[in-house]
């Protein structure tokens, strides 16, 4: 059973791997495509207070997303409401990674978000490792390279 779900996550792995180079490519060009490197450059230097405004801007903007995805799925509408919640995951991970990425240095100065952060990282550090020793994991790591 550990290793079937093992494998079940290292397919997951790969995908998400996948689609976070995807998205970080997509939104590099997405930005420099809207001329937003003024904007990045000044999130880049941006106060700690301030970058924690910027962060949170996309999570209000997915937030909505979900619910909307949450009623479809509530009123019976399924399909459509997994088709928006995916919307919503792409959008989130797009816009959220990016502006991450952007304030990562700022952000990480508030102590709350330092423990979240370092917390996470450590479970995703030990849950990529268990799953990188698959067979499955390496055998897709093989076919995406």
């Not at 995807?22 to 904007?39: P, V």
């Not at 959220?96 to 990282?121: C, D, G, H, N």
Request: no cysteine; glycine share 4%; charged share 15%.
């Amino acid at each position: 059973m550990n290793k079937i779900l093992l494998s079940f996550l290292a397919v997951i792995l790969i995908i998400e791997e996948w689609l976070w180079d995807l998205l970080t490519a997509f939104g590099r060009s997405l930005f420099h495509w809207l001329n937003l490197e003024q904007f990045e450059q000044w999130l880049r230097q941006t106060k700690p207070t301030m970058a924690l405004v910027a962060f949170s801007i996309p999570l209000l903007i997915v937030a909505p997303i979900n619910i909307v995805a949450f009623k479809l799925i509530a009123n019976g509408l399924i399909l459509q409401g997994i088709l928006t919640e995916v919307l919503a995951k792409l959008l989130g991970t797009l816009l959220v990674a990016r502006v991450f990425a952007l304030t990562k240095p700022q952000l990480l100065t508030f102590v709350f978000l330092m423990i979240i952060y370092t917390t996470i990282t450590r479970w995703l550090k030990w849950a990529h490792d268990k799953v990188t020793e698959t067979a499955v994991y390496r055998w897709a790591k093989q076919l995406k390279g």
